[in-house]
């Protein structure tokens, strides 16, 4: 059965993809598009939802900002940028969708990541779980000395906590400390082993950002900003990142 | 990864894989380093509520990939990575094991301990075990 026609042209107006371009370098590439779908067939996002990333870009590009901006497939693209280095054109899909996401109402966008960016945002080290400062110190001290006491070959191993000066410091993905505290241990041993100098910090220890991949850019700075901070204050030379 | 460092720092975590389990028992996935897939864990997916069935579906080309290898074990290097394959593998049958790096880095130092075990199969947790009672 024939669709009804699409009708284009008439006065020209401001589209979303448009905007995107205006704040992306280069405007993301966004208007060299040759439809050669290079970049659909090798996403895995293609097909859910009906949608690909050609069609997404197409449909932008073609002012369809509707359509766009209301599908759910911007929360099924994981900004894994495959597209972008299989396209010809170095075409940004990634950051069209991104800015598609954060062009939803905050309160309409999936309420997990929501949630997890929220919870972030009222703890000290920023922990998407919601766990607090003194309770990850609490338990990184209580797996450490379990470990001390029972394999006496890292009797010495140390833990440190916002130790000044440390040369390396570390953060943590929240799932070990509040749902598998014993897989922390495997990574201490190997900065034992190596004789690295490193620390944690109570401030900004969480390794994950959800108000990223929310697409809420001012909380997101904000976390970046603050445990960037945290690194600066401690004196560490490096920030090591577990995600 | 693809975006920032790369093709190279793909090649050190190779180097480092086949340093702790042997280059023989190494298999690499098709496509590979920066021509690889996503494993469909990231950019909120696994937290989004209401986008499980999707995640899923994005989740099986990894999936394939994976079971293509016939490998027993999948490293994953990033948390997200880990939670994503380990649920893959039990929506879709795969039977093999997840595992974070450095269980297995730990594990050819022969210092893992008994309760930092348990993504290893039974091939394999036992292995060292006598080491780390000393
Ligand atoms: S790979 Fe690039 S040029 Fe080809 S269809 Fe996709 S966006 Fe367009
Ligand atoms: S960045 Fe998004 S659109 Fe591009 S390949 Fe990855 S999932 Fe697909």
């Known amino acids: 059965m024939a669709e009804a026609a699409l009708k284009l042209g008439g006065p020209k107006r401001t589209s979303f993809m448009d905007k995107v371009m205006e704040i992306l370098p280069e405007g993301g590439n966004l208007n060299l598009c040759l439809t050669c779908g290079a970049c659909s067939s090798g996403c895995p996002a293609t097909g859910i939802d009906g949608m690909d990333p050609r069609k997404f870009l197409r449909m932008a590009a073609l002012g369809l900002d509707e359509e766009v901006m209301k599908s759910t497939w911007a929360w099924c693209c994981t900004q894994c940028q495959r597209c972008v280095r299989a396209c010809p054109m170095g075409i940004n899909i990634p950051a069209l969708v991104f800015n598609c996401r954060a062009s939803w109402p905050r309160e309409d966008r999936p309420k997990g990541i929501r949630d997890s960016c929220d919870a972030a945002l009222k703890t000290g080290g920023f922990s998407a779980m919601g766990a607090s400062s003194e309770d990850f110190q609490f338990v990184v001290e209580d797996v450490l000395e379990e470990v001390r006491e029972d394999q006496p070959r890292f009797k010495d191993m140390l833990a440190p906590i916002n130790k000044q000066g440390a040369k390396y410091f570390l953060n943590q993905n929240s799932r070990e400390p509040v749902t598998e505290p014993d897989e922390m241990v495997p990574l201490w041993k190997i900065m034992h082993m190596a004789g690295a100098d490193w620390t944690y910090g109570t401030l900004g220890w969480a390794a994950e950002n959800y108000c990223l991949f929310l697409a809420d850019n001012e909380s997101w700075e904000k976390i970046v900003r603050q445990k960037a901070k945290a690194v600066d204050d401690l004196g560490c030379e490096y920030w090591l990142n577990t995600e | ?134």
Request: glycine share 12%.
């Open chain 2, 1 to 134: 990864m693809r975006k920032t460092f790369g093709d190279d720092v793909a090649k050190e975590m190779r180097f480092v894989v086949k340093s702790v389990v042997g280059e023989e028992n190494f298999i690499d996935m098709q496509p590979n380093m920066s021509n690889n897939y996503c494993c469909g864990g990231g950019g909120g997916f696994l937290q989004a509520t209401g986008f499980q069935d999707q995640r899923r579906q994005y989740g099986k080309t990894k999936f394939d990939q994976i079971m293509a290898t016939g490998a027993n074990y999948c490293i994953t290097p990033c948390h997200n990575c880990h939670s994503q394959i380990h649920d893959l593998n039990e929506h879709f049958e795969g039977g093999f094991h997840t595992l974070h790096l450095w269980t297995l880095i730990a594990l050819s130092l022969g210092m893992l301990g008994e309760n930092e075990r348990e993504y290893l199969g039974e091939d394999l947790c036992e292995c060292g075990l006598e080491d780390i009672a000393e």
